[in-house]
């Protein structure tokens, strides 16, 4: 493969900013809107998805603090990688496959969704990226397979993946407020495919999570942007208080003191779920018609599947409760194994437990209720700890993203792949 070609996936088609734009161009173009239209539209879909990204990505960066105060409060002698040295660390051995696996699986994608009844385009390429490192990792930890076979073999899984993750979310979509016109692509999937089950069996739809009545006093807090910064400041100053107010000054708050650091951790939050909260009415507003254009003429029926983020909005307390239900249940998942006393020491990661918790919570109570979130949240964030430790011996150089970055998918479709290979031998 030419060096030009590896430049525009590595450097173009693997940013997805980029990749959103162009469906929205090439949306536009189709139904013959004129120069000037395309462009705006372009800027405002790529801003927009920016603002998202972005918004997300701080919003999880924002939690990170409470882990040195977690690994205090269970006196655990564990260290989490930081999550740029572990993406530079895990890429040096398959970052070639990787790179290759992500473009030519999201064309699998797009030839699937052309020719079959399974009319679905993942766009959060960000996503597609890590998958399409863990399909890499266990291909070359787990076979004896040259390059070329490791790519055509890892593109035609990915392309699958993405395909057909998106298609059992769809159906779904239709209970869930502010999901129309869109289906979710991301690695949280089979969490939000169970959670939803579990949700419909021991739950109750009648009673929303999200239409708790508050006392008149307090429903300032029905603003998602009000109720996340005073919870999230609450649970700082109380994850502070447990760990020791010295401990915190010492080693997490740059010297603030435990209510300074608590408030600006709080609005911090507060900050990026308003970002979130811009982002996804400005793309919403450009990227669905566009996408009618692609629809209609080059892949007919075609729904996007786009990133979780989308839904927070409009489910601010299920964000809450999913990501508090996740976490105490990987706290509970690492105790279970530490008395099996299991080889590898395992920590529930924040920013998946926060991202899979929050949306398995949305599913959950969009078909049980509160009792479907809560129940559909927990079992996520057992799959999180428990797929964690069965993943990491299969995943050889990919552990450090793995033990920072692993959402649902990763943790219930990797250990049965690896297994799986390792069983045929190949």
């Not at 998602?224 to 502070?240: A, G, N």
């Not at 809450?320 to 249940?329: D, E, H, K, R, Y």
């Amino acid at each position: 493969m030419s060096n030009s070609i590896l430049y525009l996936i590595k450097n173009v088609f693997s940013e997805p900013a980029f990749l959103i734009g162009m469906v929205a161009i090439i949306g536009l173009a189709v139904q013959k809107k004129k120069a000037g239209a395309i462009t705006s539209s372009a800027i405002k879909t790529m801003v927009g998805f920016l603002m998202i990204t972005t918004g997300a990505q701080s919003m999880g960066m924002a939690l990170l603090p409470l882990q040195p105060m977690l690994i205090k409060v269970f006196n655990l002698n564990v260290k989490i990688p930081e999550i740029g040295n572990a993406i530079g660390a895990s890429f040096t051995e398959i970052g070639v496959e990787t790179t290759l696996i992500f473009a030519i699986g999201f064309m699998v994608n797009v030839l699937i969704a052309r020719f079959t009844k399974f009319k679905y385009v993942h766009l959060s390429a960000h996503v597609s990226f890590f998958y399409a490192g863990l399909i890499a990792a266990l291909l070359k930890f787990n076979t004896s397979l040259n390059l070329a076979l490791i790519v055509i073999i890892g593109s035609i899984l990915l392309g699958i993946y993405l395909t057909f993750t998106c298609a059992y979310i769809a159906p779904l979509m239709k209970h869930i407020k502010g999901g129309q016109g869109f289906t979710i692509g991301h690695s949280s999937s089979i969490g939000c495919l169970i959670s939803a089950g579990l949700g419909k069996v021991f739950g109750n739809k009648d009673k929303d999570l999200e239409a708790i009545k508050l006392p008149k006093g307090f429903e300032f807090l029905r603003e998602t942007t009000i109720s996340l910064t005073v919870v999230m400041s609450l649970i700082f100053l109380i994850i502070s208080l447990i760990s020791g107010p010295s401990f915190v000054v010492s080693n997490v708050s740059n010297g603030r003191d435990i209510i300074t650091f608590s408030l600006l951790s709080g609005l911090n939050f507060g900050l990026w779920i308003t970002v979130i909260i811009t982002g996804v009415r400005m793309m919403l507003a450009e990227i669905v018609p566009a996408f009618h254009g692609i629809s209609n003429k080059l892949i007919p029926n075609a729904i996007p599947g786009l990133d979780v983020p989308l839904l927070f909005p409009n489910h601010p307390t299920s964000v809450l409760v999913g990501f508090i239900c996740s976490l105490l249940a990987g706290f509970v998942g690492m105790t279970i194994l530490g008395l099996l006393k299991y080889p590898i020491i395992v920590f529930p990661a924040l920013i998946p437990t926060f991202f899979t918790g929050a949306v398995t919570a949305i599913f959950g109570n969009a078909t049980g209720g509160r009792r479907g979130a809560i129940i559909g949240s927990f079992v996520n964030g057992l799959i999180l700890i428990f797929g964690q430790a069965l993943l990491l011996p299969l995943v050889g150089s990919y552990e450090p993203v793995m033990r920072v970055l692993s959402e649902t998918d990763y943790t219930f479709y990797g250990p049965l792949l690896g297994r799986l290979l390792r069983l045929l031998g190949i």
